[in-house]
């Protein structure tokens, strides 16, 4: 994280010390490590970036930087979160799962967000958004506007893959490996010993469920899928079609969001020509930041 200072979590208050172009960062060593971009000026509101699975707050060649770069910029203040046993954050990372996650998201948007709230995140990480998402629906005793959600890549939660889902990820994680075994620095890692044979064989042989006796961590004790029928709140699902898992994943979430979820007239569903699941192009990145901001400045 450079040209970023790091405030002690009594010293949060002190004016920041990192200025860039249009922006200026804080790093709070807080119980949820978090970065926050901030605008020159008053915000609009606040949006919550959340990484994927065993990424750290950058997300994947720095793609949450950029976003909350441009969010700033442009008069939003942004969150960068790491997540239990990633980044900075505590925990062990093979003990974290899918609801830990849920809870330390939730416990930083308790201690810091802002109306209007966006939660962004992707994979799993959105899937930690909607988790997030789904507990702050509006109750009839204490209503609240519905937090907005901006889901890349978002995948089924586990309880709703099917056998043909995991069967499509298992021959593209195949077709991957085939890929990379033709390249000599693959065999020169694996001669290292830096390569992780048993997950090389879990991901071409078997599915994400847990074998016999094993915990499922992306799992969650809770049906997720179920209470996001009564979130209404407003959503942004974006995939690429270069990824094997969108095509499912999208139709997947269309059937939900005809059941109830999410904001009738404000939930956009779009697929980037081309992109893969991390958006690594140039090209996709650009339109994945203007299709948040479009978003994002329908909430302001």
């Known amino acids: 994280m450079a040209n970023e200072v790091v405030l002690a979590p009594q010293a949060s208050s002190l004016k920041p010390q990192a200025d860039f172009i249009g922006e200026r960062r804080e790093v709070l060593d807080t119980p949820v490590p978090l970065t926050i971009h901030r605008p020159l000026t008053t915000p609009k509101g606040q949006v919550v970036l959340l990484p994927g699975w065993s990424g750290t707050r950058c997300g994947p060649a720095d793609l949450l930087v950029l976003l909350a770069t441009r969010l700033a910029q442009n008069g939003w203040e942004a969150l960068r979160l790491d997540l239990p046993g990633r980044g900075d954050a505590?925990?062990?990372?093979?003990?974290?799962?899918?609801?830990?996650?849920?809870?330390?998201?939730?416990?930083?948007?308790?201690?810091?967000?802002?109306?209007?709230?966006?939660?962004?995140?992707?994979?799993?990480?959105?899937?930690?958004?909607?988790?997030?998402?789904?507990?702050?629906?509006?109750?009839?005793?204490?209503?609240?506007?519905?937090?907005?959600?901006?889901?890349?890549?978002a995948l089924p939660f586990q309880a709703t893959r099917t056998a043909g889902f995991d069967r499509r990820r298992r021959w593209a994680n195949l077709r991957n490996y085939a890929k990379k075994a033709l390249s000599p620095s693959t065999w020169s890692r694996l001669l290292r010993g830096e390569i992780n044979i048993d997950r090389?064989?879990?991901?071409?042989?078997?599915?994400?469920?847990?074998?016999?006796?094993?915990?499922?961590?992306?799992?969650?004790?809770?049906?997720?899928?179920?209470?996001?029928?009564?979130?209404?709140?407003?959503?942004?699902?974006?995939?690429?079609?270069?990824?094997?898992?969108?095509?499912?994943?999208?139709?997947?979430?269309?059937?939900?969001?005809?059941?109830?979820?999410?904001?009738?007239?404000?939930?956009?569903?779009?697929?980037?020509?081309?992109?893969?699941?991390?958006?690594?192009?140039?090209?996709?990145?650009?339109?994945?930041?203007?299709?948040?901001?479009?978003?994002?400045?329908?909430?302001?």
């Open 90 to 153: 505590g925990g062990e990372f093979q003990a974290t799962d899918l609801d830990s996650m849920i809870s330390a998201a939730a416990q930083a948007v308790d201690a810091h967000a802002k109306a209007p709230l966006v939660l962004l995140g992707i994979c799993s990480g959105a899937n930690v958004a909607l988790g997030v998402a789904s507990l702050l629906k509006p109750q009839a005793s204490s209503p609240k506007p519905s937090v907005g959600v901006i889901a890349f890549s």
């Open 200 to 300: 090389v064989k879990k991901n071409v042989s078997v599915a994400e469920k847990p074998a016999d006796g094993e915990r499922n961590l992306k799992d969650s004790s809770r049906d997720i899928e179920r209470d996001l029928l009564d979130w209404k709140g407003p959503a942004l699902f974006i995939w690429g079609s270069g990824d094997e898992e969108a095509a499912p994943s999208r139709a997947h979430f269309e059937k939900l969001h005809a059941k109830g979820m999410g904001s009738t007239n404000q939930t956009t569903f779009h697929t980037i020509e081309g992109a893969n699941h991390n958006f690594y192009s140039l090209a996709w990145r650009e339109e994945l930041c203007q299709r948040v901001l479009a978003f994002v400045s329908g909430q302001s």
